[in-house]
């Protein structure tokens, strides 16, 4: 197994759709990196009927206090944010002020790198996407197929290579933002902060975490999710023989799937709670109002048991094709 996971690798590095899409991801950091420090969009967003409480905020010295200000702000942004989300804020600034959670200075990389992984999660989806179907059609592509199937390897033994392959390359990719982005993010913002302590609300419930362990926690959940949409896509790769109809039918499901299954949900189908689509995007359980069967191991588990389902049933598929 290790030799085949070596081959599917070695493949990957000769290969040059990998090569373009770690450049095209770095490009994403960067430019993204190139946005926040034009817009200063780190900045918290204040409206000209705040000006008074805005002056209070600047010209207070007491963190606690520019703390409770942020309140009073944030409780004024109800007609940009729901009332759950700015209760949600205001719970964290609560935490933080009971907590003595005094709140870093300045902006730094390890917050750069939270945002990134937040809102650049797509970028990896995407060429996490690419690649999969890519690992499975490479071999019908090339005609090589009947070749690789009727060595002496075991057909699930090949399959289940290029599977653990897609999930290393996955990560790999997701290192190369998080170094680009720990770059980027230190020339604009600073390097320093890793161990500052700060607050969030995970699963609904509030704990206080370094800034370093808060970017880790987001580039750990965007590689989860990039792998748990991958495995789709692998799964639909080997179904249909396309790379293009199985990249459109992955994205389309990782994009409105959760908005679907959302609206089933509030239409009383309860069980759309345990599908993939409402778990897999773990970022979405950080500092969010809403819960939908609210643990981080109720999560792993309806994560685990998907991608073993999609993994065995493609093995099944894979197995029952005649060459």
Not at 29 to 42: P, S
Not at 44 to 69: A, G, H, P, T, V
Not at 105 to 115: E, G, K, Q, R, V
Request: glycine share 4%; proline share 1%; with cysteine.
């Amino acid at each position: 197994m290790l030799k085949l996971i070596k081959i599917e690798l070695v493949k990957v590095i000769y290969g040059k759709s990998v090569w373009i899409s770690i450049l095209c991801a770095l490009l994403a950091v960067l430019g993204f990196g190139i946005l926040m420090n034009m817009d200063d969009a780190f900045d918290d967003y204040r409206s000209q009927e705040e000006i008074m409480l805005e002056e209070k905020y600047e010209n207070s010295n007491d963190w606690k206090e520019k703390l409770e200000i942020q309140m009073e702000l944030n409780q004024l942004m109800s007609d940009v944010y729901s009332q759950e989300k700015i209760d949600m804020d205001n719970s964290i600034l609560e935490y933080e002020i009971n907590n003595d959670l005094e709140p870093y200075a300045h902006n730094t990389t390890w917050d750069f790198i939270a945002y990134t992984f937040r809102i650049l999660n797509v970028v990896l989806i995407i060429i996490s996407i690419w690649i999969t179907t890519e690992m499975i059609m490479s071999e019908y592509v090339n005609k090589t197929y009947k070749l690789v199937y009727t060595k002496a390897y075991k057909r699930w033994e090949i399959y289940v290579s290029k599977y653990i392959s897609s999930i290393i390359t996955i990560s790999l990719i997701a290192v190369m933002m998080l170094i680009m982005a720990w770059i980027v993010g230190g020339i604009i913002f600073g390097f320093d902060g890793i161990s500052s302590r700060t607050a969030i609300c995970l699963y609904g419930k509030m704990m206080a975490i370094s800034l370093g362990g808060k970017a880790m926690l987001y580039m750990a959940f965007a590689i989860v999710k990039a792998i748990a949409v991958s495995s789709i896509a692998f799964l639909i790769a080997e179904l249909t023989k396309n790379q293009v109809i199985a990249v459109i039918v992955t994205i389309v499901c990782s994009f409105w799937g959760k908005m679907l299954l959302t609206k089933i949900i509030n239409n009383g189908v309860a069980i759309g709670k345990y599908s993939l689509f409402m778990h897999y995007d773990l970022v979405s359980f950080i500092d969010s109002p809403i819960v939908y069967n609210g643990t981080a191991m109720i999560s792993a588990t309806i994560i685990a048991v998907h991608l073993i389902l999609f993994l065995v049933f493609g093995m099944l598929v894979n197995k029952g094709e005649d060459l």
